[in-house]
């Protein structure tokens, strides 16, 4: 599994009473890539006056997040 695709804030689950430190998929929550297009979004949508963008082209900002997280991905997977 890429890294991107592991949980953003993973929880200790009890699961058929065990403690599971990484957690099953019905209990993974936002992936990290999910997480970061989320703040970028949040980051965009804050600047949304100062850089070009308006509250009224949506899918625009959601594509620009998917692709600002997707290359910023690409070059933490380069470092590694």
């Not at 890429?2 to 992936?31: C, F, R, V």
């Amino acid at each position: 599994m890429k890294n991107s695709n592991k949980s953003a804030m993973p929880q200790l689950h009890m699961i058929d009473g065990n403690w599971q430190k990484e957690p099953s998929e019905e209990y993974s929550g936002l992936t990290k890539r999910e997480y970061a297009a989320i703040k970028i979004v949040s980051s965009i949508c804050v600047n949304a006056g100062r850089n070009g963008h308006s509250f009224s082209c949506e899918e625009k900002i959601a594509e620009t997040a998917v692709r600002i997280t997707d290359s910023l991905f690409k070059e933490l997977e380069k470092t590694r």
